[in-house]
C-alpha cells in the first residue's frame, strides 16, 4: 500500500507540474494515471485502456452536453454584445456619477450574481460560461486584469455557493443526503462559515485588483479605449438581453426542465432575441463553430482529470487510507473533517471524495456521538477545500473560457478556492463543536 500511495502523490506532482507549464490535459492526465496503475501494481495497459479511458468516457457522457449548451449559449452572448450590454447597465448603476467602475464593486456584482444564480440551482460549469463574458466585461470596465477573472468566478461559484445551508448544488446534497439530514442542517454555523468564505474571497481579490492595476498590469489599455469609445450603438438592450437568462433560469428552477433543454430553449431566444448582432448567417455559424470547438477542448480536458480519479480510485493505497484515517484519535468531528478533506485531495474532486468517503465515515461519526448535522454540512464544505487543485476540471474550464493561462490564473483562484475555504472549514467545524444545538 506504501508504494500505492507514492505513486499516488507522485501522480498529482506530476499532473500539477505539467499542467502549470501549460502541458495539454489529455496527455499529462493518462501519463500522470499510468505512473499511478504502476505503483499500484495494476496493468499499465489494462489501467489506461480501460479504468482511464473508462472514467474520461463516463465523464464525457454525463457532462459534454452541458459544456456544449453552456458554450453556445455563453458564445451567443458574447458575439451579439449581450454580455457588453448587461455589464454597462450594471456599471452605470454602481457607477453613478463616477468616471470608472471600481474594483471592489465589479467583484461585488460578480459575486452577487454568481452566488443567486448557484443558490437558484445552475450548475458551475453552465455558470461559468454564462458568467465568464459578463465577468470581462466588468473587469475591463475597472481594468481588472483579464488573467483575474477565472479567481473572481470560482471565488463565488465554487466555493460557499455549493456548501451552505440550502444549496441545491451536488456538495450540499451529496452531503445531507447520505447522512440522512435536512439540506438546511447545521444552518447557523453554516451561513456563519459560508459568509466568512465571500468576504474573505471579495476583500483578497479587491486588494489583489488594486495591487495589480498600480502595478501598471491592467485590462488591455487599447481594448479599453475602443470599448470606452464606441459608445451602446448596435448592442442589445440591456433587458432584452437579460430575457434568454431568465427563461434558463425559470425553466430549469421553477419548471425542472433538464438543464441541457433549459439551455436549448435559451439559445433559440437569444438568437431571435439578439439576431441583429450576429449580422449574417455566416457569422451565426461561425459563433456556433467556435463553441463546439470551446466545448470540445474544455470538456476533453476536464474529462482527463476525471479519468486519473478513476485510477486512482481502484488502487490499493486509495482503499487502505480509508482504514488509517478510521483510526485517527482525537475530537471525532476534528477528525471526520481531516478524513474527508484528505478524501477530496486524493480522489480530485468534491464529489469523489464525498463519494468514498461518506458511505466509511458516516457510520464511524455516528457511532462516536457526533451530531449528524454538524458531520453532514462539516463534510460538505470538506468538499470545497483541496477539490481546486490547478488539475481541477472546473478551474481549466475556467481558464480556456476565459482564454487565460493557466499559470498566471491559479494564484487567485488558489487562495479563494483552496486556502480560504480552508479557513471557512476549520472556523465551521470549531463553530459545531462549540455550538452542537445549532
Avoid at 489501467?47 to 458554450?71: D, H, N, R, S
Avoid at 483575474?148 to 451552505?164: D, K, N, Q, V, W
Avoid at 439551455?263 to 456556433?288: E, R
Avoid at 478524501?343 to 471524495?353: E, I, K, R
Wanted: aromatic share 8%; net charge neutral.
Amino acid at each position: 500500500m506504501a508504494l500505492s500511495m507514492i505513486g499516488i502523490v507522485i501522480g498529482i506532482v506530476f499532473l500539477i507540474y505539467f499542467v502549470m507549464k501549460g502541458w495539454p490535459l489529455m496527455i499529462t492526465g493518462a501519463l500522470a494515471a499510468m505512473i499511478v496503475a504502476l505503483f499500484g501494481g495494476i496493468n499499465v495497459i489494462t489501467g489506461y485502456l480501460e479504468t482511464y479511458m473508462g472514467g474520461v468516457g463516463g465523464f464525457l457522457i454525463g457532462q459534454i452536453p452541458i459544456f456544449l449548451w453552456g458554450a453556445i449559449f455563453g458564445e451567443c452572448y458574447g458575439i451579439t454584445g449581450g454580455a457588453k450590454s448587461l455589464a454597462r447597465f450594471v456599471a452605470r448603476i454602481f457607477k453613478g456619477s463616477n468616471d470608472r467602475l471600481s474594483p471592489l464593486v465589479t467583484i461585488v456584482i460578480v459575486f452577487i450574481a454568481g452566488l443567486l444564480l448557484s443558490y437558484g440551482g445552475v450548475s458551475a460549469i453552465v455558470l461559468m460560461f454564462v458568467m465568464a463574458p459578463l465577468t470581462l466585461e466588468l473587469c475591463r470596465e475597472s481594468r481588472i486584469p483579464q488573467y483575474m477573472a477565472p479567481g473572481m468566478i470560482l471565488g463565488c461559484i465554487a466555493t460557499a455557493a455549493l456548501s451552505m445551508p440550502g444549496s441545491p448544488q451536488v456538495q450540499n446534497v451529496m452531503s445531507t443526503s447520505a447522512v440522512g439530514v435536512s439540506s438546511m442542517a447545521a444552518a447557523v454555523p453554516g451561513f456563519i462559515a459560508g459568509i466568512i468564505i465571500l468576504i474573505l474571497n471579495v476583500v483578497y481579490l479587491n486588494y489583489a485588483a488594486k495591487k495589480e492595476i498600480a502595478k501598471g498590469n491592467v485590462y488591455d489599455l487599447s481594448a479599453e479605449a475602443a470599448f470606452e469609445e464606441s459608445g451602446n450603438e448596435g448592442l442589445p438592450h440591456p433587458l432584452v438581453a437579460l430575457i434568454p437568462m431568465v427563461i434558463v433560469f425559470v425553466l430549469y428552477n421553477a419548471v425542472g426542465i433538464n438543464v441541457n433543454f433549459a439551455l436549448m430553449v435559451g439559445i433559440i431566444a437569444a438568437v431571435i432575441l439578439m439576431w441583429k448582432g450576429f449580422q449574417n448567417l455566416d457569422t451565426f455559424l461561425k459563433c456556433m463553430g467556435n463553441a463546439c470547438t470551446n466545448a470540445a477542448i474544455v470538456s476533453c480536458g476536464a474529462a482527463a482529470v476525471a479519468g486519473f480519479g478513476s485510477v486512482v480510485a481502484v488502487t490499493p493505497a486509495f482503499a487502505g487510507l480509508t482504514e488509517i484515517l478510521a483510526g485517527f484519535k482525537g475530537n471525532p468531528l476534528v477528525v471526520a473533517m481531516i478524513a474527508m478533506m484528505i478524501m477530496t485531495l486524493v480522489g480530485g474532486s468534491g464529489p469523489a471524495g464525498l463519494g468514498v468517503g461518506l458511505p466509511v465515515f458516516t457510520p464511524l461519526a455516528q457511532s462516536m456521538g457526533v451530531s449528524m448535522n454538524a458531520f453532514a454540512r462539516v463534510s460538505a464544505f470538506c468538499a470545497i477545500t483541496f477539490d481546486t487543485l490547478p488539475t481541477n476540471a472546473g478551474f481549466i474550464a475556467a481558464t480556456e473560457i476565459c482564454k487565460v493561462q493557466a499559470k498566471k490564473s491559479y494564484k487567485y483562484v488558489g487562495i479563494c478556492t483552496v486556502i480560504n475555504t480552508t479557513i471557512g472549514t476549520v472556523i465551521l467545524c470549531l463553530l459545531c463543536i462549540l455550538m452542537p444545538n445549532l
